[in-house]
């Protein structure tokens, strides 16, 4: 007979297992087209010694695709799920047959265990033979015959004259078949069917300890995972004198001659059959015991010998270290399937946080446009000024794309100098340069089937543009010091501030990569051009910021949110949104007033740096480009020459300026 396991499924296998006062010790196997008899009379399946009991008692079968129990007739009834069984009642894995003090938990499977009955009961004195003296457990320790805690053919110190060369050759096979085993049912079942293959057992089991059980387990503490029978005999678990000498001295051991051990002791239905010789094995670890494999014969003419001894604890040792892998595997697994949570979490959550808000022209324009540009795969240019939202633009195109699920990465050119750029986007090789300790995997290659977001594209030097283009044209490239090619799949989505047709006309940037980047355009209004919106945000940043810091903040009064529409807002939403931070942390009422609000001065400094505005009414024919350069250097002699302060005051980047002044050809004025 091949070895069975439990399944799922109660069409296919299902079992009753005896409580011995302590806990689930024989397990019998219920088939399909087998009455399962239960009673005092020897004639049963499974013969209780219960005064209660009557003689023929109530029997389980299978009948319409599910296991039910019916009660014979019996003198004192048999109680399932606190109720009197009456007529033909359905098992449901996990329940528990009373009969008297007896108790059988009916499971599909053996790898869950039955809840542990309740009540003070000596199954372990009712579930016997009827020629079997109830007496209590012994404690002496039994003929042991050969024991051992290493296999002779894996020591160091074997003869050099034996070959096991046999021996090896099975272990290397069996653990390449533990090895293909995905759950701990397909590893025990080839546990089983390789020792049935290689032993003279008539049953074997394998036990296991619970993942929170002790490193050193106890005998109550191991279950029964799976058991295999010759015919189809009910399995009769390792007594827990034995199991506990396994446990503790961690060794192998082989007994013969165990009649007088009632709990090796194993029965049929036409009366004892004793178990004539035994094997005990510990699975175990460097550091601790998960459980046990038991077999024994009950053939007089061929018992279990030190062969099959050391067999048994080589597999052992192969089982625990498959088990191990099989319990990191899960562990990495629901480790994954935790990280997964948290990321849509997170995703979920950056969503919500980061939606366009705006229910003005331009706003649902842009929306409709994002719409469509989403579902392309082309590079998309996004233009406006600094804080209006171009990264989140970016991301709502992102989020809509079939990229989805991808990386999204973002780089600012503005941050870094030509150097730490181009490691950036790139990536570079250990030793490339000075500093280079490791290998550096560039944002491209991280951005690998997603998109790139590259902001502040305009300020990208003409070197590091000109790799650039390489990549959109879909040439492979290399790391810094790298030889490799790397060929990715990136979309590419670039945000600017500048004006890239004045940079083209300059020279200062490519015109081809300008061309290769407007496939798509979108451009992000200010938010002095949408002023509609103001309310709309300003709450929601409200109702942000409230539940981030647990202020208890309401509302804004009419004066302060009327403050906040007529205000020019330089920095755009960004500079709201830090605006109604900044009012968050400070306010001390349930409402925020306008006094409340502290607003930005760099609009009113922008208004100051421009002082003979109106005085000066007289016409002058002057071009767009002649207004541009007389105001860049009214606002630089206005500070000093700082061109920091010049550059914040003008809107512009530091380094546009500084291009500006090289167009006009104008150098910095000398100094007394």
Known sequence: MTSEQASGNSGETAFLLTWDGTSWRDVVRLRQGQVTTIGRSATNRIVLQDDSCSRNHCEVFFSEGEWKLRDLGSRNGTTLRDRKVTGDVPLHSGDVISIGECRLAFTTSLEAAPVNPTGSFSGAERVTSPTQPAVSTPTVEPNILHRTAVPEFLKSAAPAKTDFGNELTKLYRLGLEMGAARTRQQLTEVVLAAIARETVASISAVLLAAPEAASQPMPVDLQVVAYHSRKDLPYRRVSDNLSRIVLSKREAILTRDVADDRQLSVFDSLGEMKALSVICAPIQTVDRVLGLIHLYSTNPDNPLDKHDLEFTLALSNQLAVSLLQLQERDTLQTGLAQARSVNETLRSQLTQEQTL???????????????????????????????????????????????????????????????????????????????????????????DGGTLFLDEVGEMSPSIQAKFLRILEGYPFERIGGRKPIQVNVRIVAATNRD??????????????????QVAEIIASPLRERREDIELLANAFLQKFVLKTGRVIKAFTDEAMQLLKNYDWPGNVRELQNTIERTVILCRNEVVRASDIQLSSLAARQVVSQPDREASTEYRELSLADIEQEHILKTLEHTGWNKSRSAQILGIERSTLDRKLKRFHVPRPLTD
């Open 357 to 447: 808000i705006g229910e003005t022209g331009s706003m649902r324009d842009l929306r409709d446009k994002i719409c469509l540009i989403a579902e392309t795969d082309a590079n998309v240019l996004i233009r406006g000024e600094s804080g209006c939202g171009k990264e989140l633009i970016a991301r709502s195109i992102h989020s809509q794309s079939p990229r989805r699920d991808a990386p999204f990465v973002c780089v600012n050119c503005a941050a870094l100098n030509e150097s730490l750029l181009e490691s950036e986007l790139f990536g570079h090789e250990k030793g490339a340069f000075t500093g280079a300790v490791d290998r550096k995997i560039g944002r491209f290659e991280q951005a």
């Open 500 to 517: 890239l047709e004045e940079a083209v006309e300059d020279g200062d940037f490519r015109k081809d990569l300008y061309f290769r980047l």
